[in-house]
């Protein structure tokens, strides 16, 4: 028999079964859909997560104390800032380096207060890290070395405490202390998971005083050049692990830090893709079940092909492309369907959404597998039916 | 074709029903030359049916030989088997299976399709064919469009299509009334007197006087 004939003689069988073959495609449908959308919601939270750490800037170099690793336990910080002090010396510009003391903090201004992350920081913040101001200015240099009580806003702390007001200029209390507004950021919503908007920049100085500390928690490097930047990390660890022997510090680049996102995210990519695929499994058992019946409805049929020279590989072909046909058919809707919700989400949520031709591929393959997977044991009993037993069936 | 179209030598076919054994033909022996024209009768559950599918190549004996067309079927792989059915052997059935929601037309192309040949090719050669029995006029119509005589010259037309040397026949006449039992018998004696062994099943006496030889089955034994 030829393959057209055969196709043909499959497309027929589904059609006159118009209904019960939407149904048994449906549960492809869904499955393909799943996996397309859901690898496309993982890969587009991981660009997105992968955007936002190189839009920290370039060539930065992050030391905390305690060792990089899962499990390993929190260390309380044994840094301050004589050690900033050395490392500016290592790195060569002070304000290449940045550090923070943070604090979860309550603030308030006039009759309106909320709960803000505030950040003990240095000038030289902005130049390391990319941050940019709506209004005002930064804190400078001189307020940093005399622990003036000055702030600057988070675009959503502005909000929060002072409404359509201009905050600049107006005081605001941290923690209880009096600070005065000289600067708000511009809005940069959420990054990695932490509401940028909500911190609360100070100069260290002023946080320590008022944390009752001299620690600060980290620092960050912004490194002159890319080629020198895993040995600028590695003399900045010794020269601390030289000051505090009792402790481990770490320095992590940007590449570092995607690498470990990537590596979670592809596991989380892969983990939803799996489950989305057991329901296009279940999909494929439902495909085999209605084959099963269909078989079993048209024994008469294949006794009669049987009976004027079909060969039982004729007769296999012919349902096992039925089976296909339905899963191929299936896989297509699947795609559309999937693609179009994934762009929806990205649209109309937060949730990115990117979608890639590979997953698309993948599960088009996937759902023509299915149905060879699927259809070959209805397929292979079609085949060997006895054309005498299947003509005497009503 | 020279020599006997088929020859069954102490065929027997026994059944296996729940681990019992039923013994459906006991040693037949039986040849059908070329071109004969041969009418089996028994009575209901004598084995003539049996018989027809071993000759047809649709069933296999559990005893004796058997050959089709000269070839023992014993030896025959079940693609072998097809390919005989499809090109030596042509069957008609009491109730003329035909495939529903499908036209005259393609229903007597169907063997054509087993064979590789083209759409268009079948479509010439089942017209021509369905001209041949009669039924010009009803080529598009599909089964439940045709009544029961219509339906068992089509079958006939889809037997002959592959222009067998012997048409089996299981009780043609069956389903239908004496007036349509006799065209499609007619039919047959046209075949078989341009060279097509017939071999049929019936239990009308008329029907069965006409063959040129008759044998009657009892018991799944010729007697
Ligand atoms: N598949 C089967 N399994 C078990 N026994 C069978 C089977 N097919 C036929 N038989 C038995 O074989 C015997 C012969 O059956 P067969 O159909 O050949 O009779 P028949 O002569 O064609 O009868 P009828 O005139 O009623 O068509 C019967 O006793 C029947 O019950
Ligand atoms: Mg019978």
Do not use: C
């Amino acid at each position: 028999m030829r393959l057209a004939e055969a196709w043909r003689v499959a497309l027929e069988a589904l059609r006159a079964n118009r209904l019960r073959s939407m149904l048994t495609m449906l549960g492809v449908i869904i499955g393909v859909a799943a996996v397309v959308a859901l690898v496309a919601i993982g890969t587009g939270t991981k660009e997105q997560i992968e955007r936002q750490v190189e839009g920290l800037g370039s060539n930065l170099l992050i030391v905390v104390p305690g060792r990089l690793e899962a499990g390993a336990a929190p260390t309380s910080s044994p840094l301050t800032l004589d050690d900033v002090e050395a490392v500016g010396r290592i790195v060569g510009d002070r304000s290449r380096v940045a550090v923070t003391v943070s604090s979860g903090e309550t603030v308030r201004a006039g009759k309106r207060s909320g709960f803000a992350s505030m950040q003990g920081v240095t000038e030289s913040t902005p130049t390391v890290f990319v941050r940019r101001l709506d209004r005002g200015a930064y804190l400078t240099r001189t307020d940093v070395n005399t622990g003036r009580r000055v702030a600057v806003l988070g675009a959503g702390v502005a909000r929060e405490l002072f409404g359509e007001r201009d905050p600049i200029g107006r005081q605001m209390t941290i923690g209880g202390v009096r600070f005065r507004v000289i600067g708000v950021f511009e809005a940069l919503g959420q990054s990695l998971g932490v509401d940028r908007d909500g911190e609360v920049h100070v100069p260290v100085t002023a946080a320590q005083r008022l944390l009752g500390t001299e620690r600060i928690d980290g620092l960050a490097i912004r490194a002159p050049d890319r080629e020198r930047i895993d040995q600028l990390g590695a003399d900045v660890v010794a020269a601390l692990s030289e000051r505090h022997p009792d402790t481990d510090f770490s320095a992590v680049t940007q590449e570092q830090i995607l690498g470990v996102l990537g590596d979670i995210l592809g596991v989380l990519t892969g983990v939803l893709a799996a489950i989305a695929g057991i329901s296009l499994l279940v999909g494929g058992v439902g495909v085999s079940n209605i084959m099963l019946v269909s078989v079993r409805e048209r024994t008469k049929e294949i006794g009669l092909r049987k009976a004027v020279g079909a060969r039982p590989r004729d007769i296999g072909v012919q349902f096992l492309l039925e089976a296909v046909l339905l899963t191929t058919t299936g896989g297509v809707l699947g795609m559309l369907l999937g693609g179009s919700s994934a762009l929806l989400v990205d649209r109309l949520s937060p949730v990115p959404a990117a979608l890639t031709w590979w997953s698309m591929a993948l599960a088009f393959g996937v759902s023509a597998a299915v149905g060879i997977v699927f259809g070959v044991v209805p397929a292979q009993r079609a085949g060997r039916l006895d054309p005498v037993v299947a003509l005497r069936t009503e | 074709m020279s020599g006997p179209a088929i020859v069954a030598t102490d065929v027997s076919r026994t059944y296996q029903l729940d681990g019992v054994s039923v013994p459906a033909l006991r040693g037949v022996s039986l040849t059908v030359e070329s071109g004969d024209y041969l009418a089996l009768v028994g009575a209901s559950g004598s084995g003539k049916s049996t018989l027809m599918h071993l000759l047809g190549g649709l069933d296999r004996p559990t005893g004796g030989t058997l050959l089709i067309g000269g070839r023992d079927v014993a030896g025959l792989s079940p693609n072998e088997m097809a390919e005989l059915r499809n090109t030596t052997i042509g069957f008609v059935f009491q109730s003329f299976h035909l495939l529903a929601r499908t036209t005259a037309q393609d229903n007597v192309g169907l063997p054509l399709v087993y064979r590789g040949i083209g759409r268009r090719e079948r479509r010439e050669r089942s017209a021509a064919m369905l001209e041949r029995v009669g039924l010009a006029h009803r080529i598009g119509h599909r089964p439940n469009q045709m009544s029961g005589g219509e339906q068992q010259r089509v079958a006939i037309a889809r037997a002959l299509i592959t222009g067998p040397s012997v048409l089996l026949a299981d009780e043609p006449t069956g389903n239908l009334d004496s007036a349509t039992g006799q065209q499609v018998l007619t039919l047959l004696e046209t075949l078989n007197a341009e060279g097509v062994a017939v071999v049929l099943v019936t239990h009308d006496r008329e029907v069965a006087d006409r063959a040129r030889r008759q044998i009657v089955m009892k018991d799944g034994l010729i007697v």
